[in-house]
């Protein structure tokens, strides 16, 4: 998805999204900076509201022309997918699976992360290759491998239908755009947010929102267990990226279709090997900056409980697995963590803070009318 | 799913795309099939062909499966059945349904195609609770 | 069925919108008339929508 599918005339890097990225990128930047003031490392905090870029401002009009186009299989060029179909709101805007559903046909590399808190993201994606929620919804409707439609085409697709033409009229005071497609996005995505989640009560000052045990895995996660060295702030997350040597997925490396996504990737990240790459490079594709080499972001772990499997391959199926991979000291050869040593009970505590104390309310969301 | 019969049972319905433009007489086809007895055997090859579903392969599937192909043309042709596929349609659209194929397993929703495995964890799971 | 259904749809419209994306939501769907393969009393039921195309 970084990448344009080679449909658009365009260079390859750079859609179109970009101008309008940079733009918004600096209001979201000052965003994140004060949002990202409030967090120390080593301790946890309360979820405030989104940012919301000054150049996208929310409104309701807005957000329901967001939602239509994110279920809207128009999105895809053979009208099979849209990004509820990777992103499904029954699974807390995943879609279950190790790794995600892709265009039929092909096959996807990595994991679909939840959507829920997305808005708070100063970079997305597993290798933090897009800076904005504006820039990043159209690489997946780019993307030969997940809804692999050309923008100039999407363009004229959504100008054929009357109530969009309106709806964006009215909204933006003009015609529908690929720009505009992907503000409209982003407005909705910025409406799933994780809301009254146990922790933020328990900082707020209410000792009954975890349950004894959750506290206690409270402690190990900012204590014994070094959860919160990387793990901090609102979001639990530093932003930044780290090697822990998640194994891949033996079957996946096998699989002749995964290695021509993983292949087309590198050759529009400018990988030079990219005819023999074997493994998933990580944030290195974006940097080429050897210490980056396999990193991934550090991701939110709020409403964690609803997003299994895990990692940037969904290698870990369960958060128990989670956790005794962390114990070992992470995979094979990695620098950033070193073995815990934790006990069972402990283990048990930190399993019990993770799947009550970061879910939020439901979020109720009705599939809209689409045109 | 042989593996599991007597245990579990399969309902189709249907939510034809309106931007396919042979969906729909598809849909119709398998259930004019129906009416002689036969739905599963035409749901089966048009599963098959698919995207062959033009209507003189529809009338040679008829043939196939042993139909009465003059009363399968009529059923076709007059559309006997939009009622009930409009109705499919309706369920699908109130049920929040925005993709096909989505499948329901004891009312927990599956959206899009996935790996027999995937579906079976969830059979075993709701095969375990109602045990 | 048709009646049936209808009556059913603001029903179904409630519990498809509680189901958000809670632990694990559950929608009931009726079967009505719909071509059934499998005995009344298996104790999984799965409803498919699809598209033939």
């Given amino acids: 998805m970084n990448i344009s599918g080679g449909s658009s005339r365009k260079s390859l890097r750079r859609p179109d999204s970009v101008r309008i990225a940079a733009l918004l990128r600096i209001g979201a930047a000052m965003a994140c900076l004060l949002f990202a003031g409030s967090a120390t490392a080593g301790s946890l905090a309360r979820l405030p509201p989104p940012p919301v870029p000054a150049g996208n401002p929310q409104t309701p009009g807005k957000i329901l022309l967001g939602k239509k186009l994110f279920f809207d299989r128009r999105l895809s060029g053979d009208g099979t997918m849209s990004c509820a179909s990777c992103h499904i709101p029954d699974q807390a805007y995943t879609d279950g699976q190790d790794i995600s559903q892709s265009y039929p046909t092909t096959r996807n590399w990595r994991n679909a992360p939840t959507l829920i808190n997305a808005a708070y993201a100063g970079a997305l994606f597993h290798d933090g290759r897009a800076a904005s929620l504006e820039e990043q919804a159209l690489f997946p409707v780019m993307s030969s491998f997940e809804m692999n439609l050309n923008l100039d085409f999407l363009e004229e697709k959504i100008r054929i239908v009357p109530e969009y033409v309106a709806a964006f009229r009215k909204v933006f005071g003009g015609e529908p755009t690929r720009e505009r497609i992907a503000m409209a996005i982003a407005s909705f995505e910025r409406t799933l947010v994780s809301s009254n989640a146990p922790l933020d009560r328990f900082l707020a000052g209410d000792e009954t929102a975890l349950s004894r045990e959750a506290r206690k895995g409270y402690g190990i996660f900012t204590g014994k267990g070094k959860c919160a060295g990387c793990h901090f702030g609102a979001l639990l997350s530093d932003g930044g990226y780290h090697a822990l040597n998640v194994p891949e997925n033996p079957q996946d490396r096998k699989d002749p279709r995964i290695a021509a996504t993983r292949r087309f990737v590198a050759k529009l990240s400018q990988y030079a090997e990219y005819r023999t790459l074997e493994e998933d490079p990580g944030r290195y594709l974006v940097t080429k900056d050897r210490k980056d080499w396999k990193a991934f972001r550090t991701p939110t772990l709020r409403e964690i409980a609803r997003t299994a499997p895990y990692m940037h391959n969904g290698m870990l199926a369960t958060l128990e697995d989670v956790i005794e991979f962390f114990d070992r000291g992470g995979g094979d050869g990695n620098r950033a963590l070193s073995p815990l040593g934790l006990t069972g009970e402990e283990k048990h505590d930190l399993k019990t803070f993770l799947a009550e104390a970061l879910s939020g309310d439901d979020i109720a969301t009705t599939v809209p009318e689409i045109p | 799913m042989k593996e599991y019969r007597g245990k579990i049972r399969l309902v189709v319905k249907h939510f034809p795309y309106r931007y396919r433009d042979l969906s729909l007489m598809a849909s119709e086809a398998a259930l004019s099939a129906g009416d002689q007895g036969k739905f599963w055997e035409m749901h089966r090859l048009l599963l098959r062909n698919s995207p062959r579903l033009d209507r003189g392969s529809l009338l040679g599937y008829a043939g196939e499966i042993g139909l009465n192909v003059k009363k399968f043309t009529g059923s076709l042709d007059g559309k006997a059945h939009s009622g009930n596929i409009e109705r499919d349609r309706q369920l699908a659209l109130a049920l929040g349904i925005y993709s096909t194929p989505t499948l329901f397993i004891n009312g927990r929703r599956v959206v899009g195609e996935r790996p027999y495995e995937y579906f079976r964890r969830i059979v075993e799971e709701e095969l375990a609770a109602a045990r | ?53």
Avoid: C, N
């Fill in chain 3, 1 to 53: 069925m048709a009646g049936a259904a209808k009556r059913l749809f603001p029903l179904l419209l409630l519990l498809a919108a509680f189901s958000a994306h809670g632990a694990e939501p559950r929608v009931s769907v009726p079967v009505g008339d719909s071509p059934v393969l499998g005995p009344p009393g298996a104790s999984v039921t799965l409803v498919e929508f699809i598209d033939y195309q």
